[in-house]
């Protein structure tokens, strides 16, 4: 998985949908901003439990920070965790046991090798328009210790790509029906893919280069283009 995806749905819809306390406000005015091109150390909503099993929508920074890690900056490179790796992996471990997140988006993009050079951006989201849930882990980090100082982040678990979503990127995201969402955050050590159906009902779109550059964050992103017309546009700049 590239480290790109789109969240554009509120707070409200957010935590009716994942049946969430919505603690994402600050205050009145501090609302969810519908997010087209999220990147890595970016803050987004993500769903997890809290002390009571409560399910609560929080702000969290994408990308993992481990409690040792010295400099926040060290969590873009933590955006994903392998799921051949996480259980056992010395920054993902403890988390994988007890702190689990689910992840909305609208879908997540990825850029495919073109034959004669070049790649070709694409945006998997499902057709029907619901949501993605994607798996994920989170932690809290901070130097000093004190809790409410301390920087919530989180990790999106990858598995090997399936079906014609490997003719795009080796890579996916570890998916997660519905029904798996409150397996998923209980600990449930399970860690197989979503069924073949549930991939069919994914849209494979083809999108434009803008998406290559973090600055660009607007809902044309994910809208679909012909192939043709940009095939000799020149690679995105990913980061």
């Known amino acids: 998985m590239c480290g790109r995806y789109a969240t554009t749905r509120s707070a409200a819809d957010l935590s009716a949908l994942f049946d969430a306390v919505d603690e994402t406000a ?4 501090d609302l969810l901003e519908p997010r087209y091109n ?14 009571s099993g409560q399910r609560v929508l929080v702000r969290a920074r994408w990308g993992l920070l481990p409690h040792w890690a010295r400099d926040p900056k060290a969590g873009a490179r933590m955006i994903n965790a392998r799921v051949e790796t996480v259980a056992t992996a010395p920054a993902y471990a403890r988390p994988f046991v007890s702190r689990r997140a689910l992840v909305p988006a609208d879908g997540w ?11 070709q951006a694409y945006f998997m989201t499902p057709a029907d328009g619901s949501i993605l849930t994607l798996a994920g882990l989170w932690s809290r980090w901070g ?3 004190k809790a409410g100082h301390r920087l919530l982040t989180f990790t999106v678990l990858t598995t090997a790509a399936i079906g014609e979503l490997a003719a795009i990127h080796d890579r996916m995201p570890l998916l997660l029906p519905p029904q798996r969402w409150a397996r998923w955050l209980s600990g449930d050590p399970a860690l197989d893919p979503p069924p073949p159906a549930f991939l069919a009902g994914l849209e494979l779109r ?21 192939i043709e017309r940009v095939a000799d546009q020149p690679a995105p700049t990913l980061f």
Request: proline share 13%; net charge negative; hydrophobic share 35%.
């Open 206 to 226: 083809p999108v434009a280069a803008a998406v290559g550059n973090v600055r660009n964050d607007r809902p044309e992103l994910v809208t679909r283009v012909d």
């Open 143 to 145: 130097p000093d210790g």
């Open 38 to 51: 999220v990147a890595p150390t970016d803050p987004v909503p993500v769903v997890r439990t809290d002390r």
């Open 109 to 119: 993009y990825e850029w495919r090798r073109l034959p004669g050079g070049g790649k």
């Open 26 to 29: 600050v205050d009145e005015m």
